[in-house]
DNA sequence: ACCGTGGTTAGCTTTC
DNA sequence: GAAAGCTAACCACGGT
């Protein structure tokens, strides 16, 4: 076995120690992004469910877009608000 | 606190159990749509700390993207086979 | 009938050759999304005609859909590979 | 050569004239499926034509979504009148 | 900071 | 009438 090969550029050591290191974000991507699909597959599940019983999907989906909005609205003027404070010295 | 009402239409009782019943499925969905975005995040992290240690992200994302293809690619054969037993009535 | 209006800004000349200019981007546009319906149409006969001498057809639409998988699969394949080279500081 | 095999079932002949008659419906669809993308790419390139120009793509979209819904309605009203009339014995 | 690209989501058509 | 596959709009990311 190779001892590990002292590199000073950039460049891609294939089968090597880099490699390997790209090997594992890869892996770590691909492992989250699976959840992400679960995650997403749970979500159309509740859809359904929702549908079944007599519920209208895209109301639904506008109902949580309005909710999130309203949040995003308030985190700002949170924001502005110690923006403002900060200008004018105060703690 | 009024009881529940006997409903044997399929409107919505507003502020009753139905509404209940749209709440909880939005909460659920909420939920799923946070921990959803936490994942997404993370997935940014580790492009972010790739590309900090030198890979580039673009290629990372097309292996990715090749790896998934093939998966796709086999499960799709095998539905194929399927279909063609059932196409010429085996099984 | 006015003469063509001297313009120096980006607005739109309502009625005149801007006007004449979005006219014909958008007869163009339609022109074309009639032809593909067209061949939308036809492709739709083929498969009723296939149907009718005894083919199946979602067994029909799995095979082309494998074969563009494999078109697309060795059309990444090369990209990543460009992709690679440049990563790579390569040409 | 083989001859042709008599059939009375509705089997795939692979290899056989079944084989080439499923292989000329591919062909053809595919044929027409390459037809339809390179409409689709020429009407994306006459979007980003006008939006270089300055028009807004999603509006130019939405007046052809409209134009159609006309057209639509005229020829649904057509077909309406044509009832009546054979409704009431007129030619 | 903008643009272009790629991925995600919603709407629509078609099939069973 | 439900379910799935396809298409089009939207959005967010990365690059310039």
Redesign the pocket.
Same mark, same amino acid.
């Given at each position: 076995m190779p001892s590990a090969v002292e590199k000073d550029d950039d460049t891609i050591d294939v089968g090597g120690v880099a490699g390997k290191r790209l090997k594992s974000f890869l892996d770590r991507v691909e492992r989250l992004?699976e959840e @992400?699909k679960g995650l =997403?597959d749970d979500i159309k599940d509740i859809y =359904?469910e929702a549908k079944g019983v007599g519920f209208d999907v @895209?109301t639904m989906?506008k109902i949580l877009k309005l909710r999130k909005m309203e949040v995003e609205k308030r985190r700002e003027e949170e924001e502005l608000l110690e923006l403002y404070k900060a200008a004018i010295g105060l703690e």
């Open positions: 992004e @992400k =997403a =359904a @895209k989906r």
